[in-house]
């Protein structure tokens, strides 16, 4: 084939802060010695990569699993995790290699902070994110498992506006769904009664949302990767669709097919989630190439 496709892969796009510090931390530990390392949880929501770190002796463990170790070494990511959680390593003596994002441990001790002083006045947290995401979890457990989740318009039933409020946000949440959420809690408080929020929303994620819109307004096709289980993967692609609707949403290299390139675009854009490692985005990228038997450089 003459008339290849431009193949432009984001630079903006790949890992956020968060999951890069996670992955260094476990890298490093993994170096180290030959104590074993676990992680509770995927170290991040993209399957070859936990497999990759996996292959260097890192073990994935849930919550059950961390509760029959003792005396191991295991590794939080960077979503962060509940007080309690913390109190079950510290009971049966692990040895933490704690990798939260720094910008989730400053949310969760704000969301402490004013849990400790509404409880008093019979306030409420309300939070704004996706129910059972583990940061979610982690900011419900400085409230004592009280904070109220709302994750679409209906949940906000659950909301009593006779009592204090104050508004949080997970850290990887749309800005415009957060100040549409500010409005409608505004409009339905009583008169006199306190309000307030607190704009805790990662400026190295939400930015991506109109970035990646605009980089796929640039191309005729969009590849979009991102592992299966990726939050933020679903949000982005969404946004990919928005910008240019013929958008690819593949979780390996290996996924991609010719049939998936035709008609022949004069350019292919490749971009991905926050959990998505620039070498999985250069994999896919030799991979169009393979596939249309392109010249590599």
């Not at 959420?181 to 408080?189: A, F, Y």
């Not at 969009?222 to 946004?239: D, W």
Request: proline residues 4%; charged residues 25%; negative net charge.
């Amino acid at each position: 084939m003459n008339n290849f496709p431009i193949i432009e892969i984001d630079q903006q796009s790949g890992f956020c802060f968060g999951v890069i510090n996670a992955i260094k931390h476990a890298e490093r530990e993994l170096a180290s010695d030959n104590k074993e390392l676990y992680c509770l949880g995927d170290i991040v929501h993209n399957n070859l990569e936990v497999e990759r770190l996996e292959a260097k002796g890192m073990k994935t463990i849930d919550y059950e699993g961390l509760k029959k170790l003792r005396g191991k070494r295991v590794l939080f990511r960077a979503h962060g995790e509940p007080p309690q959680v913390y109190q079950w390593a510290r009971e049966r003596g692990i040895e933490l290699v704690d990798a939260t994002c720094p910008v989730v441990t400053t949310l969760q001790r704000k969301v402490y902070k004013k849990h400790s002083e509404l409880k008093e006045l019979g306030g409420q947290i309300v939070i704004y994110g996706k129910k059972g995401h583990a940061e979610v979890n982690g900011l419900i457990g400085q409230t004592e498992g009280k904070a109220i989740v709302v994750q679409s318009d209906e949940d906000i039933e659950q909301i009593d506006f006779s009592r204090p409020v104050a508004l949080f946000s997970q850290t990887t949440q749309s800005l415009s769904g957060f100040h549409h959420l500010i409005q409608e809690l505004q409009g339905r408080m009583h008169e006199g009664v306190p309000f307030e929020y607190q704009d805790s929303i990662c400026r190295q994620v939400s930015n991506r949302m109109p970035h990646v819109k605009e980089f796929a307004l640039q191309h005729e096709l969009i590849i979009f990767v991102a592992g299966a289980k990726s939050s933020n993967g679903k949000v982005l692609y969404q946004h990919c669709l928005e910008g240019n609707p013929r958008s690819i949403f593949v979780s390996s290299a290996s996924e991609l097919t010719l049939e998936m390139l035709e008609p022949m675009p004069k350019s292919i854009g490749i971009c991905g989630a926050t959990s998505t490692p620039m070498w999985q985005m250069q994999e896919v990228e030799s991979r169009i190439q393979e596939l249309l038997e392109m010249p590599t450089e």
